[in-house]
Each structure stands twice: as structure tokens, then as C-alpha cells.
């Protein structure tokens, strides 16, 4: 079992940035991958960033890509997710990830609780 625990959300006005944390414990060794997305309620959770350690590659989506950035530390229990340039639609409960196999939606193991992102105009 892995526990995730997301932290740094908050509330910041449009251009700003923000930086996410997500601390995992338990039997982390045995994740292939971590991810992150995210939530509006009463639409969809949508993929922002995910990682796969074993190639050591990073994805990120197109609605988000060259603003945020995923990385995580070696000992792969810290995932983190840079975000500048927020924009009011950047606003969504964050979710982190985590995965024995892939971090797709129907592939994820493990859902921290989230960490609430609000941006303003």
C-alpha cells in the first residue's frame, strides 16, 4: 500500500505560480510512475503531468505545457509540480497520483485527497 499526501495549494491571482507537493509513504519502491490531476466539479478529472521512473521521462498536456512542470526527488517519495502563468481556468482541485504499472486514469493505484488551486482574474 501507498499513501499520498498533496500539499501547497492555495489562492493566487492570474499570472501567478504556485508549487505542489506530494509526499508518499508505504511501499513507494514498487511505483512505476506518479502523476498529477485534476478536478472541476461536475466535469471530469483531467491529466496534467505524469512521470515514469524506470525511463525517467516526463508528459505533460497541451493545455499546460511549457507552464507547468513535474519532477520528483530521487528516492521518488516526493512528487512536485511547478505551475506559473496560472490563468483563472487553472482552477480545480489537484490531485496526486500514483501507479504499479501506468498512470492512466483507469491505470492509477493510488489518489492522495488533493490540494485546492484558485485562481483569480
Known amino acids: 500500500q501507498v499513501q499520498l499526501v498533496e500539499s501547497g495549494g492555495g489562492s493566487v491571482k492570474a499570472g501567478g505560480s504556485l508549487r505542489l507537493s506530494c509526499a508518499a509513504s508505504g511501499n513507494a519502491d514498487t511505483l512505476n510512475c506518479m502523476a498529477w490531476y485534476r478536478q472541476i466539479p461536475g466535469k471530469e478529472r483531467e491529466w496534467v503531468a505524469k512521470v515514469y521512473f524506470d525511463v525517467n521521462l516526463q508528459y505533460s498536456a497541451d493545455s499546460v505545457k511549457d507552464r507547468f512542470t513535474i519532477s520528483q526527488d530521487k528516492s521518488k517519495r516526493t512528487l512536485f509540480l511547478q505551475m506559473n502563468s496560472l490563468k483563472p481556468e487553472d482552477t480545480a482541485l489537484y490531485l496526486c497520483?500514483?501507479?504499479?504499472?501506468?498512470?492512466?486514469?483507469?491505470?492509477?493505484?493510488?489518489w492522495g485527497q488533493g490540494t485546492q488551486v484558485t485562481v483569480s482574474a
Open positions: 497520483a500514483a501507479s504499479n504499472s501506468v498512470c492512466s486514469l483507469s491505470g492509477v493505484d493510488y
